[in-house]
């Protein structure tokens, strides 16, 4: 059956993992390598662990089941805060969880006590991303003698999310609030708090910088570890490879055509009003793969002058006036992916996967 093509090149993820894992290492961090990029593959997952990790991370649950189902004695934190329909499988499926919530932390205590067990959570903080986490010592002040109250779980760990929601880049201070929040937590109400879990691949600056606040001790990156890339901080990591995923469709049409659309211009597929700049006549290459295939803004043609102009759910149109008599009808065009490429060729019913 044809198909597009997500290409896994599992030696580069080993060296990456290896790299960044060593790194952290020296610096007395525990690097905990999250999976829900690409959909908890096993093979990728193989590969990270043969690069020395031996922490994993996922947002979902049905991941961490189906690899724990496919590779037996991984350990897992669920890095989603679930709801409380979902507290069984948290303790059924999760070594450990991230927790905000007082009501979802009580239905998880509950279904742990069920179950014959102390669940450990790692409680988030809202340092100024304004996605999860206890806002202000106030709201902490509410949350944790609530928790000390339940007998289910046990509060081992501190944490933040930053970059993902707010774009607010961590920092020496935002990253230290975490560190005296955990010596409060432990001074006021009698926690053991042990790990202090600072974000992901964004911070990984300021571990390289000398700058990582002591007693932070834990990263939560994946973006790293497969594509040696720090969104983020719009930057690629020195050394890493940045080709470990690689999407393949192949060519369809091409056509010399203008590069504005002719006519009374409304909104597209999705309910944009794109731009399109008037660069003449063009050469376009038009391949079998859309927005319901990828997220084609995160992939970066292979082919030295091709550039991705644009996508409608099934075909993507990319010009190649520059590198004409470099592509026909029926070749397999190759693009780099970035993270949310992969994050959907991955969830995507028509991708085929091809772990090398």
Same mark, same amino acid.
């Given at each position: 059956m044809y198909a597009p093509i997500l290409e896994i090149h599992t030696r580069k993820v080993t060296e990456n993992a290896r790299k960044l894992h060593a790194f952290c290492k020296a610096h007395g961090v525990e690097l905990t390598f999250a999976t829900k990029g690409f959909s908890a593959l096993p093979q990728v997952i193989a590969a990270a662990r043969a690069g020395g990790i031996e922490s994993f991370a996922d947002s979902r649950l049905k991941n961490i089941r189906a690899a724990k189902q496919a590779i037996p004695g991984l350990r897992y934190l669920l890095i989603r805060v679930p709801a409380i329909a979902e507290a069984e499988d948290v303790v059924r499926w999760a070594d450990w969880s991230v927790q905000s919530q007082i009501e979802v932390i009580r239905a998880v205590s509950e279904a742990a006590l069920r179950q014959g067990k102390v669940h450990p959570i790692l409680l988030m903080v809202d340092v100024g991303d304004l996605r999860e986490g206890v806002f202000g010592r106030k709201q902490l002040d509410e949350i944790a003698p609530q928790i000390k109250a339940c007998a289910g779980v046990e509060l081992v760990g501190i944490g933040t999310n930053v970059g993902c929601y707010g774009s607010v880049l961590p920092s020496v201070e935002n990253t230290a609030v975490l560190v005296e929040l955990r010596d409060y937590l432990n001074a006021a109400y009698g926690f053991s708090i042990s790990v202090v879990s600072a974000g992901g691949?964004?911070?990984?600056?300021?571990?390289? =910088?000398?700058?990582?606040?002591?007693?932070?001790?834990?990263?939560?990156?994946?973006?790293?570890?497969?594509?040696?890339?720090?969104?983020?901080?719009?930057?690629?990591?020195?050394? #890493?490879?940045? =080709?470990?995923? $690689?999407?393949?469709?192949?060519?369809?049409?091409?056509?010399?055509?203008?590069?504005?659309?002719?006519?009374?211009?409304?909104?597209?597929?999705?309910?944009?009003?794109?731009?399109y700049?008037?660069?003449?006549?063009?050469?376009?290459?038009?391949?079998?793969?859309?927005?319901?295939?990828?997220?084609?803004?995160? $992939?970066?043609?292979?082919?030295?002058?091709?550039? $991705?102009?644009?996508?409608?759910?099934?075909?993507?149109?990319?010009?190649?006036?520059?590198?004409?008599?470099?592509?026909?009808?029926?070749?397999?065009?190759?693009?780099?992916?970035? #993270?949310?490429?992969?994050? =959907?060729?991955?969830?995507?019913? #028509?991708?085929?996967?091809?772990?090398?």
């Amino acid at each position: 059956m044809y198909a597009p093509i997500l290409e896994i090149h599992t030696r580069k993820v080993t060296e990456n993992a290896r790299k960044l894992h060593a790194f952290c290492k020296a610096h007395g961090v525990e690097l905990t390598f999250a999976t829900k990029g690409f959909s908890a593959l096993p093979q990728v997952i193989a590969a990270a662990r043969a690069g020395g990790i031996e922490s994993f991370a996922d947002s979902r649950l049905k991941n961490i089941r189906a690899a724990k189902q496919a590779i037996p004695g991984l350990r897992y934190l669920l890095i989603r805060v679930p709801a409380i329909a979902e507290a069984e499988d948290v303790v059924r499926w999760a070594d450990w969880s991230v927790q905000s919530q007082i009501e979802v932390i009580r239905a998880v205590s509950e279904a742990a006590l069920r179950q014959g067990k102390v669940h450990p959570i790692l409680l988030m903080v809202d340092v100024g991303d304004l996605r999860e986490g206890v806002f202000g010592r106030k709201q902490l002040d509410e949350i944790a003698p609530q928790i000390k109250a339940c007998a289910g779980v046990e509060l081992v760990g501190i944490g933040t999310n930053v970059g993902c929601y707010g774009s607010v880049l961590p920092s020496v201070e935002n990253t230290a609030v975490l560190v005296e929040l955990r010596d409060y937590l432990n001074a006021a109400y009698g926690f053991s708090i042990s790990v202090v879990s600072a974000g992901g691949t964004c911070a990984l600056k300021l571990l390289e =910088d000398g700058m990582m606040p002591a007693g932070v001790n834990q990263l939560r990156a994946g973006e790293a570890v497969l594509y040696g890339e720090d969104t983020t901080g719009n930057r690629f990591l020195e050394g #890493y490879h940045q =080709d470990a995923f $690689l999407f393949k469709a192949q060519v369809v049409e091409l056509r010399r055509k203008p590069s504005v659309p002719i006519g009374e211009l409304g909104r597209d597929g999705k309910g944009d009003t794109p731009e399109y700049p008037d660069r003449g006549v063009r050469l376009r290459a038009i391949v079998a793969a859309g927005k319901q295939d990828v997220a084609w803004g995160a $992939l970066t043609p292979l082919l030295p002058g091709a550039q $991705l102009i644009g996508a409608s759910s099934d075909h993507m149109i990319i010009d190649v006036e520059d590198c004409a008599g470099q592509v026909s009808v029926g070749d397999w065009m190759a693009f780099r992916c970035g #993270y949310m490429a992969v994050l =959907d060729a991955t969830t995507s019913a #028509y991708v085929e996967i091809r772990a090398l």
